[in-house]
């Protein structure tokens, strides 16, 4: 099983950058058995991009179910260790599905960090509580998603956060930097600022 693998923007994004960008995701929302892997989920839940397309083809979605049940193992992190450097990955999107589902997740996800610290973490969440009461490596950087329960806590001059856009236009105007193309652009590596745009597909 490929526990890191690369989307069609990721993909765009390595040829790029000539850097190797990775993905790791979950089932977005909800596992097969029902349990909630996006607990902040609110409107977002309405136009998840991974709730359609290739997220749920037949062949594809059993992967995301099977890295799931892996987090929640003691086996995780030693594997992610592996695959990290089996992949020679410079950059990882931890949840291109899904989010950190609970606290003992996030902190696997802190220690795989601290013990990649040359590789670069980053993610977007709605779990602004969680990781306002956090301290992060200087590798691991937090986008906020302003589609979730919680959204009514990001401090949008200090916060890096998301908006979402119809066109990219409308999103160079209101000052974001264009996260749509270049997925590193979302990170404080490649954006000095605290906006991030997408246009919403």
């Not at 923007?9 to 979950?26: A, D, H, Q």
Request: proline share 2%; glycine share 4%; net charge positive.
């Amino acid at each position: 099983m490929n526990l890191l693998t690369q989307n069609s923007k990721l993909k765009k994004t390595s040829t790029l950058l000539n850097k190797r960008v990775f993905n790791f995701g979950i089932p977005a929302y909800k596992s097969a058995s029902g349990k909630l892997t996006c607990p902040m989920a609110l409107e977002c839940v309405k136009f998840c991009y991974a709730k359609k397309g290739a997220y749920i083809w037949s062949n594809v979605k059993p992967a995301f179910e099977k890295r799931y049940e892996l987090t929640k193992t003691t086996e995780f992190i030693s594997k992610m260790n592996d695959e990290i450097k089996k992949k020679k990955a410079d950059f990882v999107r931890i949840h291109d599905s899904g989010d950190y589902y609970s606290r003992a997740y996030l902190d696997k996800w802190l220690k795989i960090a601290a013990q990649n610290p040359d590789v670069k973490f980053y993610s977007y969440t709605n779990m602004v509580e969680m990781f306002k009461n956090t301290i992060l490596p200087d590798n691991f950087d937090v986008i906020y998603s302003n589609s979730g329960k919680q959204k009514h806590m990001i401090d949008r001059n200090t916060d890096r956060h998301t908006e979402i856009f119809k066109s990219k236009d409308e999103l160079i105007a209101a000052g974001y930097a264009n996260a749509s193309e270049n997925d590193l652009n979302a990170t404080k590596w490649f954006n000095t600022t605290n906006k991030v745009g997408l246009i919403y597909h």
